[in-house]
């Protein structure tokens, strides 16, 4: 997961807790860049995060969390 939130966003912290992607809150095309760069190479080293990115979503939008 790439995302690009507004400062204090929740989001942060949970991309970073779950080691699920990357988040910035700079406009800057360079600081996307390098943040994509960096989460292709993580894909490459970390075969996890796959399965971290479906299990977050299952937590977080199952349709029993969502009753």
Do not use: H, W, Y
């Amino acid at each position: 997961m790439l995302a690009r939130v507004n400062a204090g966003n929740d989001l942060i912290d949970l991309i970073e807790n779950e080691r699920v992607g990357a988040a910035c809150t700079d406009l800057s095309v360079e600081t996307l860049a390098q943040l994509v760069t960096k989460l292709i190479a993580d894909i490459i080293q970390d075969g996890d995060i796959e399965i971290r990115c479906k299990q977050l979503a299952a937590r977080l939008f199952s349709p029993k969390r969502a009753v």
